[in-house]
């Protein structure tokens, strides 16, 4: 659906070269949510604005749907972005414009007839269930409203890429799960094929199937959402995701504590609990459990227990090895 192949962008300022995007190569198949996560300044919203020509590239090609986009001008790119459609962190919906006129502007521009724009604007608020504020200003809207007013937007010439830059950082949690179901529903309903740029990760958790890491203009890793979440190769996404399944001990606690604690990583809600009265009863050893949680990863479970082990010396050990055939992954974390 969307390939780059070895793009590149660089940006020249006051003698200075910035390279934005560095040789980037990924592919986006259709009906994919895909997401691109890393920190501020990695390139992200540069290589995604590369898709509608909003960035042209310094080097390398960017084909959409099979064809190399880098050249187009006039007819070919207004052809171009009437297929590709893109919503902003800060909505950017016209202030002096009702909702209507925001959709229906589109339209026109795109040369539709005036009761087809009628239907169509109809159709669309009520896909994105705000019928009711069809005459009403942007700037009475709440950040949820102005978020599904510019989807149904960026949907109006029957889309077929949505282009999403930071849709939900400017909302507040339970907004930007709203606005997540709504993609999601774009995405299947619609079969409109979504890439979408986050520095948050329980995005990405949340809806995405497949998932680019960027750091500093590269792309560090790529792969199916669940692999990346539960087996990042990379240590700049060994970090990044370590951050989320984190646990300080606690210095009271790593005072009053003998014995390792260990991290155990499991696939599954309870794949941690026979595992564990298991090895207490064959090896003799007793668990305390510190610190545990249980984080989904579109529908799949993956848990998280921090567990002080105490017991004879060799038997921890035997216990500790194991943990280590039976769960995903097991990690010595402390050792008092
Ligand atoms: N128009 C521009 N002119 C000069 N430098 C730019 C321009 N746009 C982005 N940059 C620089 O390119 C790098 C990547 O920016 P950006 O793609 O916005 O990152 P992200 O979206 O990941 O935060 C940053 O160093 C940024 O300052
Ligand atoms: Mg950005």
């Known amino acids: 659906m969307v390939e780059f192949r ?50 042209p590239v310094t080097g390398g090609d960017v084909l959409v749907g099979g064809r190399s986009i880098v050249g187009y001008k006039g007819e070919k790119l207004r052809e171009l972005r009437k297929g590709v459609g893109m919503i902003f962190q800060h909505f950017n919906l016209a202030e002096n414009k009702t909702v209507e006129q925001n959709i229906a502007f589109v339209l026109k521009t795109a040369g539709w007839k005036k009761v087809d724009i009628q239907k169509r604007v109809r159709e669309l608020l009520e896909f994105v269930k705000l019928s009711d504020k069809a005459d009403v200003y942007p700037s009475k809207l709440s950040g949820g409203q102005k978020q599904r007013v510019a989807i149904a937007r960026a949907l109006a010439n029957h889309t077929d890429i949505l282009l999403c830059d930071e849709p939900t950082s400017a909302l507040d949690a339970e907004t930007t799960a709203s606005v997540l179901d709504l993609l999601r529903e774009v995405n299947q309903k619609l079969g409109v094929t979504i890439i979408m740029i986050t520095h948050e990760l329980d995005v990405v958790k949340s809806i995405c199937n497949r998932t680019a890491v960027m750091a500093d203009g590269e792309v560090v890793e790529t792969g199916n959402v669940y692999e990346v979440f539960t087996n990042p190769q990379h240590p700049f996404t060994q970090q990044l995701i370590g951050h989320t399944q984190h646990f300080e001990i606690p210095q009271e606690i790593q005072s009053s504590i003998s014995g390792p604690v260990v991290k155990l990583t499991y696939l599954g809600e309870r794949a941690a609990e026979a595992v564990l009265s298991q090895t207490a009863a064959d090896y003799n050893v007793r668990y305390n459990i510190l610190h545990g949680k249980i984080e989904y990863i579109g529908t799949k479970p993956l848990g998280i227990l921090y567990v002080n082990i105490t017991g004879d010396r060799s038997d921890v050990e035997q216990t500790i090895q194991k943990l280590a055939e039976r769960t995903y992954r097991t990690e010595v974390v402390f050792h008092a």
């Open 6 to 55: 070895e793009v590149s962008v660089a940006f020249h300022q006051n003698k200075k070269t910035v390279e934005a995007v560095k040789n980037v190569s990924l592919k986006i198949e259709k009906g994919d949510i895909f997401g691109i996560v890393g920190g501020s300044g990695a390139g992200k919203s540069t290589l995604l604005r590369t898709i509608n020509l909003l960035q």
